[in-house]
């Protein structure tokens, strides 16, 4: 893991940011001692993505309401 002061931090951090981006991590220290760490975000996980949203398209061709079912259920939930 890369370690930079605060003052060259600022001064790069725009090389720094682009570092992260490919995967590095970097400690940001103070007069010698750690205060931050910048680190990639972990990513998205694009199939666990893609198969929530086949559930959830699944269901919703499994459970379908009607017009008079919402309106059924709008009265219902303004009279409690």
């Known amino acids: 893991m890369t370690t ?3 003052y060259e931090a600022k001064t790069h951090l725009s090389e720094l940011l682009m570092r992260v981006e ?3 991590s970097i400690v940001i220290t103070r007069h010698g001692t750690p205060i ?3 680190r990639p975000v972990a990513g998205r996980d694009s199939e666990a993505i893609a198969t929530a949203i086949g559930n959830l398209q699944d269901f919703r061709s499994r459970h379908s309401v009607g ?3 919402v309106r059924e259920m709008i009265t219902d939930g303004r009279r409690h």
Do not use: I, Y
Request: proline share 0%; net charge negative.
């Open 4 to 6: 930079v002061g605060a």
């Open 22 to 24: 490919k995967g590095e």
């Open 67 to 69: 017009a008079d079912e």
């Open 36 to 38: 931050a760490e910048l």
